[in-house]
């Protein structure tokens, strides 16, 4: 189960932070398209290997996982041959697509992982989503930034939060920034990824307050970010 949970962990933040580090697939966009008959994507397993509540944005869903004997080139090419996706982009672990019927959309996160060629992510919603309210537990937002999604995980006792902020700053200075931040509210780094020497976008941080709590920042330079907090019982 610790291997299905920071696998539903890595790819909500893939999700939620693709749109700053996309690669637009071409042939695709400004069409009609047509949900995925799951059965039609090449070496998926037809029932999902595991399933979580989730709550996003206030509205209760369920997120779906998938075992995919296959490759991310291979998912593209059924989808560009098969549908015609609302969105599809991707980038080199991963692609994200999105299909729309009425107002049913259904989304899709196919990402590449070591212990399998491809795990597939599905969420679908109905009719429109709220606007996020940023929950307290988390961080505070950067100056200026605007919540994009909050998604809460009750199993897990975790939650996740993607905002974007516009800041001219980049990642790594964004980082360095909140590591100073989460030093004087009690947290401890568990690397060196906001350090001069290596200056990376993302830490993971914990702390005891009493119960252990483990913190995910990720920033882009593009001004997006994400947060996910998990506590541990």
């Not at 695709?28 to 509540?53: D, N």
């Not at 998938?66 to 609302?86: A, N």
């Amino acid at each position: 189960m610790r291997l299905l949970s920071t696998a539903i962990t890595t790819a909500i933040a893939l999700a939620a932070l693709s749109a700053g580090a996309v690669v637009y697939l071409p042939g695709t966009q400004g069409k009609m398209s047509r949900p995925i008959a799951v059965s039609e994507l090449p070496g998926i397993r037809p029932k999902p290997l595991h399933t979580e509540k989730v709550v996003v944005n206030g509205v209760s869903m369920t997120l779906e996982l998938y075992q995919m004997q296959t490759t991310l080139g291979q998912v593209v090419r059924t989808i560009k041959r098969s549908y015609l996706p609302e969105h599809l982009s991707g980038g080199d672990d991963f692609v994200k697509a999105v299909f729309k019927k009425g107002n049913t959309k259904e989304r899709w996160l196919f990402v590449a992982t070591p212990e399998r060629p491809v795990t597939a992510f599905y969420l679908k919603t109905e009719g429109a989503i709220p606007r996020p309210v940023w929950p307290p537990e988390l961080p505070p937002l950067p100056a200026g930034a605007q919540a994009d999604m909050v998604m809460n995980i009750p199993r897990l006792n975790a939650v996740y939060g993607a905002f974007s902020n516009g800041t001219s700053a980049s990642g790594a200075d964004m980082l360095a920034s909140y590591t100073a931040r989460m030093a004087s509210a009690g947290w401890f780094h568990a690397g060196a990824e906001h350090s001069p020497a290596i200056r990376n976008s993302g830490e993971v941080y914990f702390r005891n307050t009493p119960e252990r709590q483990i913190l995910w920042i990720k920033f882009s330079d593009d001004g997006n970010g994400a947060f996910y907090l998990k506590k541990q019982k």
